[in-house]
């Protein structure tokens, strides 16, 4: 079992920006791939980005050109940073650990962003 902690989340106006962080507990970062996920309220959870083990991205179209995911494999971390945020953005972000060996996911706790003026 992976633990997940996020944490940067917060209150922003739109426009702005945040930057997301996901500590993981494994020595075997190496085998997960990592993603971004949100649920805004009243809606499902959906993805916003991933990252492969070799650092190959994907996000989602409504965040294209505005979010960046990063994986740092030393310090077995992953983040997103958001720019231009929108009150569209506005979501429980959760981060996940996808193991490509057993195909078992994990997920963090969740982060709350807010974008609101």
């Known amino acids: 079992q992976v633990q997940l902690v996020e944490s940067g989340g917060g209150l922003v106006q739109p426009g702005g920006s945040l930057r997301l962080s996901c500590a993981t507990s494994?020595?075997?970062?190496?085998?997960?791939?990592m993603g971004w996920y949100r649920q805004a309220p009243g809606k499902q959870r959906e993805l916003v980005a991933t990252i492969t083990r070799a650092g190959i991205t994907n996000y989602a179209d409504s965040v294209k050109g505005r979010f960046t995911i990063n994986r740092d494999n030393a310090k077995n971390t992953v983040s997103l940073q958001m720019n231009s945020l929108k009150p569209e953005d506005t979501a429980v972000y959760y981060c996940n650990a996808h193991n490509v060996l057993t195909t078992k996911d994990n997920w963090g706790q969740g982060t709350q962003v807010t974008v609101s003026s």
């Open positions: 494994t020595n075997s970062f190496r085998f997960y791939a």
